[in-house]
């Protein structure tokens, strides 16, 4: 599987698009404003979409996701129930934080911890990882050892816990758990910033690490 990161929106969000080498078959993963940045990255692979996967609904992961899916008739996957309030409030996400009015929509496919998503001939095991929102997910291809980790962890630090419904404990249960598991040399793609390696992140994120030595 093969992946290009797209930053869009004034929150600079990595936007990914992933896809599948022997089909071609590709997915948009948070597809958040920008649309033009991402269909111009979609040409340039040469790859054709078939599915959007949502990691959670915060406006700058989830804000371009209605018009994307109804300009290329693209089935939505993600995020989990839990983020249905965070859907129905896009609007007033959009006016809170100064972003183009945007529409609502319903994922075609509600995913749970355990589910897979499928991208041409390549499947990703999907985790539910809450804390940030509740309805949070994590996408990982374990041929590739890559991770999608939306805003649960970045280099050097972790999600925010203060919006509706966060919770901080569950949050780092959510990355020592779920994540850390997965084993150090997984490499992960956040929501903002440069990508790392959980083994990296387990050893020197204030937030998380090992304190056991």
Not at 50 to 57: F, N, R
Request: net charge negative; proline share 8%.
């Amino acid at each position: 599987m093969k992946y290009r990161i797209i930053p869009v929106t004034p929150f600079e969000q990595n936007c990914t698009l992933i896809w599948c080498e022997q089909t071609g078959k590709a997915a948009v993963v948070d597809p958040g404003g920008d649309l033009a940045r991402i269909r111009a990255a979609v040409e340039e692979e040469g790859v054709q979409l078939e599915k959007i996967l949502l990691t959670h609904a915060h406006i700058d992961h989830a804000g371009g996701t209605a018009e994307l899916a109804a300009s290329a008739s693209l089935p939505i996957e993600g995020p989990q129930r839990g983020d249905q309030f965070w859907i129905d409030g896009l609007s007033q996400q959009s006016q809170m934080f100064g972003f183009p009015p945007v529409e609502t929509f319903t994922p075609d496919r509600w995913l749970e911890d355990g589910d897979s998503v499928s991208v041409g001939n390549q499947t990703l095991q999907v985790l539910h990882c809450p804390g940030h929102t509740p309805g949070h997910l994590v996408f990982y291809h374990a041929p590739s050892q890559l991770a999608l980790v939306g805003d649960v962890l970045f280099q050097g630090s972790i999600g925010r816990t203060d919006f509706p419904q966060g919770d901080h404990a569950t949050l780092i249960a959510s990355i020592r758990d779920k994540l850390f598991p997965l084993g150090d040399e997984v490499a992960f793609i956040p929501g903002h910033g440069p990508m790392s390696t959980f083994g990296h992140e387990r050893r020197t994120n204030p937030f998380v690490a090992d304190r056991r030595g």
